[in-house]
């Protein structure tokens, strides 16, 4: 049995917020969670518990939905850490896809221009920081990344060595978590989008 067999990185996407029921680019603006936002936050701290984490090292975004989340989750001793932030969305900030497709047609964050905002190398270095910065507390501590929609997809894709914008393929839901591990020694998805009850999938 390989040594990180039972590693695992966990990954928790915020709760809702009222710009992400708009489904608005939410990025540096620092939006409290709803009402159902901390309910999902809670909620995620049940399923937390049912990982039964190793001694968990915990980091989280800047931002204090992300702090907030982390808070509602249960989870103690969480570091700040600025590379955990949202995609800096730039001038799109607070717009919606339809919205920027109006004058980029078939635009996406993965795969489109994103005007004095990051590209998508930046947020690939970024992750990979993020990643490696954690990868030497495996396997002998679980870790808990609390975070945002696009960056904690970013993080997924480099995790199992995806180019940065096959993010795309992995949808998260506010409040949800995915966790990420090993199998045989590569890199593996172990489950993704977990949320209480099957809700917002």
Request: charged share 25%.
């Amino acid at each position: 049995m390989s040594a990180l067999d039972d590693a695992r990185v966990v990954l928790l996407r915020h709760g809702e917020t009222d710009w992400s029921t708009q489904r608005r680019h939410t990025g540096r603006t620092d939006l409290p969670l709803t009402e159902r936002g901390e309910e999902q936050a809670a909620a995620a701290g049940r399923l937390l518990a049912t990982l039964e984490l190793r001694n968990p090292l915990v980091r989280t975004s800047p931002r204090l939905r992300a702090l907030r989340t982390a808070e509602l989750a249960g989870l103690t001793g969480a570091v700040v850490d600025d590379d955990l932030a949202e995609w800096d969305y730039g001038a799109y900030e607070g717009l919606t896809t339809p919205q920027i497709r109006e004058s980029v047609p078939g635009w996406t964050i993965w795969t489109g221009p994103v005007p004095e905002g990051e590209t998508g190398e930046q947020v690939r270095e970024r992750a990979d920081r993020v990643l490696a910065a954690v990868a030497p507390a495996l396997p002998e501590r679980d870790i808990v990344l609390v975070g945002h929609g696009h960056f904690s997809r970013a993080l997924i894709a480099r995790w199992v060595e995806f180019d940065i914008r096959e993010g795309r393929r992995f949808a998260m839901a506010t409040g949800a978590l995915t966790v990420l591990g090993y199998e045989h020694d590569a890199r593996a998805i172990r489950a993704h989008n977990l949320v209480p009850n099957g809700a917002s999938l």
